[in-house]
Structure formats: C-alpha cells, structure tokens
C-alpha cells in the first residue's frame, strides 16, 4: 500500500510518524466534554457497547434515578470510563442519555465526527486511555476526562479525514462481511454435528434396519432390536451439595484440580487453565471425584446442557456445584455413548424444554434422572462411538479452522484502521 511522501515524529509513543502534512493536538482542543444531566424520561436511555452506542438494551441494570443521566447529542462520541468495559464506546447517531460512568464529548470543527471515531475505536487509542486512568484496583479503574483530554491524536486535514472514512467505511464493511459468512460458516458446521450425532444415536448406522415405533417424543422410529431406558437406571447422578459450595478465596496454587463450566467447554477438558482446592475441601465430596469415563453435565447458568466426558484424567479433580457428574452403574451402556447421547438435538431439546429458575437457567436432578435413553446393543454403541469420534472430529478440525480465520480477519481489521488512521498507510486519491 502506498505510504506518504514525508514523515515527522509525533513524538507520542502509540501514534508514531506522521505525515508531514498532519497535527497532532490535545483532545481538549478538538473536543468539548458535554456534562448537561438529564432526565431518561425526557431522553431516550442509551447503552455504550463495544459495537457503539444503540437504544438502551434489555439486559442491563435500569437504574431508578432517572435524572442521574448524561444529555447525548447526534454526533457525540460517548466512552465507558472504567477499565472493565475496555473499548465499549462509539459515535451516537441518536439523542439520548447515558448513565454518569460514561464521558461524552462533541467534536469541533477541525475534525469530522466518524473520523474521531475510528481513531478513538483504534486498539493503540484504547490501550492508551486506559493506561492514562486511576484506582485504587490492579483491575478496575476509570479513565476521567481531565486525564482523558490530555491524550494527543494526529489530526489530517479535514479533506483527507474524509477520504480516509469513505475508504475505511469501504473495506470494513467487505470485512464484516466476510466475517458474517465466516460466522454462518461455523453455525452450520456446528449443526451439522449435532444433526449427524442425532441420527447415529436414533437411528444407527444400518441405513436397511427394521424399525420400531420408539413411543418417544421427537425421535419416532428407532432400530428394532434397539431398547429404551431412564437415565438413572443406567447412571448414578451426583452434584456438589449446596452446603459445600466454594468461595474464589479458597482457591490454592497447586492442590486438586477444581473444574467449572468453562473448563469443560468442546470436546476436551481444559484443565490448564483450571483453579485448584486444597485436600481437605476435595475429600469433602468422595461422590464427585472424578474417574475415567465419568459423564459431565452442565446443569446450571447460561451454558447449561455443555456435555464433555473424563476421557484421560491428568490429576485428581472435582467439580463446582454448576456440574452434574453422571458415574455410570450399568454394563448396557458405554459413557462414550452416553457422552454423544446427551449432546444430540434430542436431549438438548428436552434440557431447553424443562430448564427452570427464577433469572439464571437451572436442570433439576430429579428431572436429569428421568430422561430417556435409546440404547442400542453395546456392539452398536461401540460402532457408533468410533464412527463419531472420525467424522465429528473431521468436523471439529475444520470448525478450528474456520475460527482462526476470524481471528485473522478481526485483527487485519483492527490492524487497517490503525495504520490508516495514524497515518502509515495513504488512502488519499
């Protein structure tokens, strides 16, 4: 890509050079802080996202002082302030308010409103704003605009700003596109082995098999020597009991292996990244010690239904409450096929069907017990098993990368915007 004929040094770390032909000014000479307070009732509540500013959203804390609000106007920049919402911030294109937490800024005449924003939505800028904030915690503080506004940013004439926003608005919509495709990509990946660990579990391998009514919602017919069972003829279901629910300050350095939800998440256990409990805390639940060939079920939170199976257990462990540990206690049944079972769209409906709680999804184990296993004959199983394990790990190779493709893209993205708008790379004519 072509560069500029001249550079100078901006004398500021995270910009570099710039072209000779380019300012670098102080925030608080190409902006105003905006701090009117107003009533949500009298402006439309608005919420500050990593992807920009939009119409308050369902999800977040209402808060019931209205009046303890920020007035925002149509062209406003708007950034959260504390460090635990790194790069929610964006240019509004609506009126509106925000809560207090949020500093919100108005552009002067020397730079164009959607230019100030790729520069301050750039990952050097971010890093640098958060740099320059305050707190009494390692990682929670907030950047005030009296810190804020003596940043420094390089400022390109204003007929160049604007070439420079119409090609970024170019390539970056091509890119979002990509990654939208890229995305649906992996959606279908992923249904497709969902979809195919479901017709291998109901329906076999035998495409000619006789089949029989299975009097099972959702499945239909099933193969004919094929039987049904409840779950808990089959598994013995054990949770952490409420009681012994820990704490993170109980967390040691080295000790047993304590698994939660995220260290369970694909078809391997993470246990790298797992926390550690002391001896005495493990010993408390003999019932939850993990073994080989031990079901894991996700029972609780907005992960709920994740299924992995203890195939190559590294080290003593356990489980927190969220975890559901089925240990199996019939020779009719192998794990493995319990593991691809509880992953199908049949049981995955029924999890989604039953879940109950009041805000946070929960499986009752009564319930868990009674689900309804199709069970083939152990040879069957094991068939099964071996032709998922091939073909879903087929699937989960391209799955992966697909994933690192996104990556790529996300950070050729960031990556063009930072050198287009610092000045590395000329857009211009």
Not at 223 to 236: G, K, Q, T
Not at 240 to 260: H, M, N
Request: proline residues 3%; contains cysteine.
């Amino acid at each position: 890509m072509e560069r500029y004929s001249e550079y100078k040094d901006s004398g500021v770390e995270w910009i570099g050079k710039i072209p000779n032909s380019w300012a670098l000014q102080r925030i608080n000479n190409v902006f105003t802080e905006r701090t009117e307070k107003v009533s949500d009732l009298d402006y439309e509540p608005l919420s500050v996202t990593k992807n920009g500013i939009f119409p308050q959203l369902e999800n977040v804390a209402k808060s019931d002082n209205h009046d303890n609000r920020k007035l925002v106007k149509n062209g406003d920049f708007v950034i959260n302030s504390r460090s635990d919402r790194r790069g929610s911030s964006g240019m509004s294109n609506l009126d509106g308010s925000v809560s207090l937490i949020n500093i919100v800024i108005t552009p002067k005449k020397n730079i164009k409103p959607k230019y100030s924003e790729l520069i301050f939505k750039s990952y050097e800028f971010i890093n640098e704003y958060y740099r320059n904030g305050r707190g009494i915690v390692a990682d929670l503080w907030s950047t005030r605009y009296a810190l804020m506004k003596n940043i420094s940013i390089c400022i390109p004439p204003l007929k160049e700003q604007e070439q420079i926003v119409a090609y970024l608005d170019d390539k970056t919509a091509k890119i979002d596109d990509l990654l939208a495709k890229t995305k649906k990509k992996i959606e279908l990946l992923k249904e497709k082995r969902t979809s195919l660990i479901n017709h291998c579990i109901t329906k076999g391998l035998k495409p000619s098999a006789s089949m029989k009514d299975s009097g099972v919602e959702w499945i239909e017919d099933i193969p004919s020597e094929w039987n049904r069972s409840r779950l808990d003829f089959l598994f013995r279901l054990y949770g952490r009991l409420g009681w012994k629910s820990l704490k993170s300050d109980e967390y040691v350095e080295e000790g047993y292996v304590f698994l939660s939800t995220p260290n369970i998440k694909g078809n391997k256990i993470d246990y790298k990244n797992a926390n550690y409990i002391t001896k005495e805390r493990y010993n408390e639940s003999p019932e939850i010690m993990l073994e080989n060939g031990d079901v894991l079920l996700v029972k609780d939170g907005s992960t709920l239904g994740i299924v992995n199976l203890v195939r190559n257990l590294l080290r003593p462990s356990t489980v927190n409450s969220s975890i559901g540990v089925l240990k199996k206690r019939s020779n009719k049944i192998s794990p493995n096929f319990m593991y691809y079972h509880l992953s199908s769209y049949y049981h995955q409906n029924i999890i989604n069907r039953i879940k109950g709680g009041m805000g946070v999804p929960h499986l009752f184990q009564s319930d868990i017990k009674k689900f309804i296993v199709i069970l083939p004959s152990l040879k069957d199983q094991q068939g099964i098993v071996e032709y998922l394990d091939e073909q879903t790990s087929k699937i989960d190779s391209t799955i992966s990368k697909v994933e690192k493709r996104i990556v790529l893209l996300k950070e050729y993205r960031q990556s063009l915007i930072s050198n287009v708008v610092t000045g590395k790379i000329k857009v211009c004519n």
